[in-house]
């Protein structure tokens, strides 16, 4: 369930338009409220969307999904309708209960026991900040309630990373638990959060024009190919052993003589380099997911001679 609140109609003819080329609107229901609709209805959308999911997930047993595009319109929407009421304005004018608004929509997200069918609900709220201002009355609201945000961030958009993360604002209460257990390990993604937070904040201190010591700009460089590593293009999902590849080559250095600008092309090779020569091992890996001793010292073994051989002009080109 697709619900659109207060959106232009450019906005979710585009959302439809992706959905079909995906073949996903066979099974998508599109509920619209927007920008030139009434504030009640703009209101009542989300809640609307939300009940033909429990329809689904408690009378025919379904998993459902519910994006709501976006809350913040919704809580405006409540706020104009408040205001008309002449009840009690309270922080940016909203009244005084709007966090029960979003907590009484966002708090039916369920998984049913099987006794109960086993259906289950799955929220997906998009807030707008403005001006960056992740501190806003709504944009913490919801936060406090979800299990967790990702963080776009404009700037980063614009820069060409994307998805423009932030990774220090995102956060996930649900953590490595969604993950296999070798995309944890320490040289994937166990200290990869972490690692580009630190990059960020060494990237705007190296923009003062300060003179950085050798570590330092070590690790300002890896920081930049690990960020070109995560950059991703539009419709192309990528396998889970496709990941853990690339991301531990440039955890472990080996994307570090590599140019900045040459590292998708790097990637892209390194990838069919595995495919083509090491099948046995990518296969392993994918039964197991786990890097164990003996995995990691053969990948390490693997992305070393790679690198060798792409700094060498021998690396396979996989076009």
Do not use: W
């Not at 073949?23 to 009434?38: E, F, K, L, Q």
């Not at 029960?100 to 049913?112: G, N, T």
């Not at 853990?244 to 590292?263: N, R």
């Not at 990691?296 to 073994?301: G, H, V």
């Amino acid at each position: 369930f697709y619900v659109a609140i207060g959106q232009k109609e450019s906005t979710v003819a585009g959302v439809v338009e992706q959905l079909e080329r995906a073949g996903a609107m066979a099974n998508t229901t599109v509920i619209v409220a927007g920008a030139s609709d009434p504030a009640p209805l703009q209101y009542i959308a989300p809640n609307a969307g939300c009940t033909m999911a429990e329809h689904l997930k408690y009378n025919h047993k379904r998993h459902t999904l519910c994006i709501y595009d976006d809350l913040t319109k919704q809580a405006a929407a409540y706020r104009q309708l408040s205001l008309l009421l002449r009840r009690p304005p309270g922080r940016e004018a909203y009244p005084g209960d709007v966090f029960y608004l979003h907590s009484r929509l966002l708090e039916r997200a369920v998984k049913l026991s099987d006794d109960r069918g086993a259906g289950s609900l799955t929220a997906l709220p998009i807030i707008e900040t403005q001006e960056g201002e992740v501190s806003a009355y709504i944009p913490t609201n919801v936060i406090s309630i979800t299990d967790g945000q990702i963080y776009l961030v404009p700037d980063l958009f614009n820069a060409g990373v994307r998805p423009a993360v932030d990774v220090g604002i995102s956060v996930s209460r649900v953590g490595g638990n969604a993950q296999v257990k070798a995309m944890k390990h320490k040289k994937v993604a166990g200290g990869l959060r972490l690692n580009l937070a630190a990059f960020r904040e060494l990237e705007a201190f190296a923009q003062l024009g300060t003179e950085l010591d050798a570590a330092t700009q070590a690790q300002l460089d890896r920081g930049r190919r690990m960020v070109e590593i995560l950059k991703q293009p539009q419709f192309k999902p990528m396998h889970v052993v496709d990941q853990i590849t690339i991301i531990f080559a440039g955890a472990s250095g080996h994307l570090d003589k590599v140019p900045v600008d040459k590292v998708a092309d790097y990637e892209a090779r390194l990838l069919t380099y595995m495919r083509d020569n090491h099948a046995p091992f990518r296969d392993q890996l994918n039964e197991t997911k786990a890097l164990d001793e003996e995995a990691e010292a053969e990948l390490n073994r693997i992305c070393a001679q790679f690198a060798e051989a792409y700094l060498a002009g021998k690396a396979p080109d996989p076009r």
